[in-house]
Structure formats: C-alpha cells, structure tokens
C-alpha cells in the first residue's frame, strides 16, 4: 500500500508558491530609469536644502516658531480627539502589521516572496537612514526647545526628520510601488501622498514637531521609494536563496527518511517465561508463606518469640471442636 508523505505547514506554504515558480508576466520591476534618477537627484537636493536652511537658522526656522506659537491644538481643540487617532497611521508598529499583512496575502496569491521582502528592505533603509539623521543632528522639539529663534540643532534631540512622517511615507508608498497595474499604482499613489501629509500635519498639531521635521521626513520616505530600484537585484537574491534554502533541506529530509525506511530489522529478544524467572530466584519473596497455601483457620497458632504471654497448653486451633475439662476440687 502506498502512503502519501505527510508535509508540514512550511511544506504546504512553500508548495503553494510553487504553482507559479515565475513571477507573473502582468507585474513589472521598478528599474532605475534615467527619469527616476534625476526625481532622486532632485529629491536629495531638496533635502539638503531643508537641512542648511535649518542649520543657518533662516525664514523656515522662523516659520516653526510661529506655527509653535500659534499652537493648532488650542485653536481647533475640538478636532484633537480624531487627531490623536490619526497619528498612528504614522507610527511604525501599527501600520507594519496592517501594511505585511496585505503584502503576504499578495505573496500567497502571487506565488512569490517580492512583497514581503521589498518591505523589509525599504524598513531597514528608513531605520539606518532616518534614525542616523535623527541622532546626528539632534535637534529638539517644540516641548523643549530652550531660547526662542533657535534652530536646536545638536542639543541630544531625536525629531529631524520626523520618523512618523517618514515612515507613513514608506509604508503606505510601498503598495503603489508594488503595484501589478498603472491605474492601481496612480490610485495608491494618491492614498499614500495624502495619508502621509495628513499624519505629518498632525504631529504640527499636537506640537511633537516642527513644521521642518515634516518635510523633511517626506523627503526622507520619498528618497527611499526612489531608491528601492537600486536594491531588487538584492531582493532577487534572497528570494532564490530561501528558495534554494528550502530545497536543500527537503532534501536533506527526504535522505533521513530513505536511511530510516532502508535501515534492517533490529532483532528482539523474548522476555523469560515466569516459570523460569522464579526458578532462578534464589529467595522467596517475603510477602509468600512458605509450603502449600492453608486457610487462617488450619494454621496453628504460633506465639512471637519474646512475646511476654505464657504459652497456654489447652489452645486449640480454631474451628475444632474443644474436648471437656476435667473437673478438679479445691
């Protein structure tokens, strides 16, 4: 009778994106184009821009102050509930548990493992980048900001660029940029522009930023979407090489299971019969009365050695019948 080999969970997954080993015609790489590399020269220029403006202390300093002093959330207090909300479609938790899931749906449908790995890419991109920026220049935010008119710039802040901003950027860009069609990528394109400006005009409400840590951390997401061409030869390479990963250990199973099936019959010796095993013991066991087995009231009554009650000459076992007592006088 043949059996069918039991596969595990990580067997049927791997199973189901083997269906299509090739990635579908219809879905086109990002590549590197001459168009994409002047809107990544530009963008890097625009935020080298921010940074000096911000450094030499000019207009656009000048600008977070008023918008500090003008504090939005006293002024539209009755929004501060929603905005509160809202913020944390910025915020990195949250939005990449909504954003991996919807990418592994893709992966399964799609039969490859693209998805999920170019949003682990873009994610380490935005933590070595955007969390190097943040510590090197150390700015501080408008909570506390210690001489008015000052940039804040190196006093151990963490806010420029602001990292929600960056990261509603990043995570909800990634959907346009995996994208199987032009219309679904111009669609997503807009959610994600207006999801990101909405999340980092928030932050300028409730005062966590200055109106320069929003632009640029949407300067910060937008270099790493530009830049994420660059990275999909990488991508390919690990895709194949979890692939291949995951072949060399089905074999390597399959090979344990061919030496355990192939392996000879171990011989078992039988257990001695009970006979036997009594025979060779060499004492009884203490809990047996010795000789044949009698009922209590055949057996004659011993008294324990050093027992202090004298011996009766005139027991008799029970169960038998006793004989008549002489009568004596006295």
């Given at each position: 009778?043949?059996?069918?080999?039991?596969?595990?969970?990580?067997?049927?997954?791997?199973?189901?994106?083997?269906?299509?080993?090739?990635?579908?015609?219809?879905?086109?790489?990002?590549?590197?184009?001459?168009?994409?590399?002047?809107?990544?020269?530009?963008?890097?220029?625009?935020?080298?821009?921010?940074?000096?403006?911000?450094?030499?202390?000019?207009?656009?300093v000048r600008l977070d102050w008023q918008v500090m002093?003008?504090?939005p959330y006293q002024q539209w207090s009755e929004i501060?509930?929603?905005?509160?909300?809202?913020?944390?479609?910025?915020?990195?938790?949250?939005?990449?548990?909504?954003?991996?899931?919807?990418?592994?749906?893709?992966?399964?449908?799609?039969?490859?493992?693209?998805?999920?790995?170019?949003?682990?890419?873009?994610?380490?991109?935005?933590?070595?980048?955007?969390?190097?920026?943040?510590?090197?220049?150390?700015?501080?935010?408008?909570?506390?900001?210690?001489?008015?008119?000052?940039?804040?710039?190196?006093?151990?802040?963490?806010?420029?660029?602001?990292?929600?901003?960056?990261?509603?950027?990043?995570?909800?860009?990634?959907?346009?940029?995996?994208?199987?069609?032009?219309?679904?990528?111009?669609?997503?394109?807009?959610?994600?522009?207006?999801?990101?400006?909405?999340?980092?005009?928030?932050?300028?409400?409730?005062?966590?930023?200055?109106?320069?840590?929003?632009?640029?951390?949407?300067?910060?997401?937008?270099?790493?979407?530009?830049?994420?061409?660059?990275?999909?030869?990488?991508?390919?390479?690990?895709?194949?090489?979890?692939?291949?990963?995951?072949?060399?250990?089905?074999?390597?199973?399959?090979?344990?299971?061919?030496?355990?099936?192939?392996?000879?019959?171990?011989?078992?010796?039988?257990?001695?019969?009970?006979?036997?095993?009594?025979?060779?013991?060499?004492?009884?066991?203490?809990?047996?009365?010795?000789?044949p087995h009698t009922t209590r009231s055949e057996r004659?009554?011993?008294?324990?050695?050093?027992?202090?009650?004298?011996?009766?000459?005139?027991?008799?076992?029970?169960?038998?019948?006793?004989?008549?007592?002489?009568?004596?006088?006295?």
């Amino acid at each position: 009778m043949r059996t069918e080999p039991k596969l595990t969970r990580l067997d049927r997954v791997f199973a189901r994106l083997d269906r299509e080993p090739e990635r579908p015609a219809h879905i086109d790489v990002p590549k590197m184009s001459r168009h994409r590399i002047v809107l990544f020269a530009a963008t890097l220029a625009f935020y080298g821009a921010i940074v000096w403006a911000v450094v030499i202390t000019s207009w656009l300093v000048r600008l977070d102050w008023q918008v500090m002093f003008f504090r939005p959330y006293q002024q539209w207090s009755e929004i501060h509930w929603f905005v509160d909300y809202y913020v944390v479609l910025g915020q990195r938790g949250p939005t990449a548990v909504m954003v991996a899931a919807w990418l592994g749906w893709r992966s399964w449908r799609q039969h490859t493992l693209r998805p999920l790995l170019a949003l682990g890419v873009s994610l380490l991109l935005l933590n070595i980048t955007v969390g190097a920026a943040k510590y090197g220049m150390g700015r501080l935010g408008p909570h506390y900001a210690t001489t008015i008119g000052s940039n804040e710039m190196w006093l151990g802040g963490d806010i420029f660029p602001s990292g929600h901003t960056a990261n509603a950027v990043v995570t909800w860009g990634i959907l346009a940029y995996l994208a199987s069609s032009a219309r679904a990528q111009r669609w997503l394109s807009a959610v994600s522009a207006v999801t990101s400006l909405g999340v980092g005009m928030a932050t300028v409400y409730l005062g966590t930023h200055w109106l320069s840590d929003v632009l640029l951390g949407w300067t910060a997401g937008l270099l790493i979407l530009l830049g994420l061409p660059w990275f999909e030869p990488l991508i390919a390479r690990a895709e194949a090489w979890i692939f291949d990963l995951r072949d060399r250990l089905r074999a390597r199973g399959r090979g344990t299971s061919a030496v355990t099936a192939g392996a000879p019959p171990v011989a078992v010796t039988p257990l001695p019969e009970r006979e036997d095993v009594a025979a060779r013991s060499p004492r009884t066991p203490i809990y047996l009365a010795p000789g044949p087995h009698t009922t209590r009231s055949e057996r004659t009554p011993v008294t324990p050695a050093g027992s202090r009650r004298p011996p009766h000459p005139e027991r008799h076992p029970r169960g038998s019948t006793p004989s008549a007592r002489p009568l004596t006088g006295g």
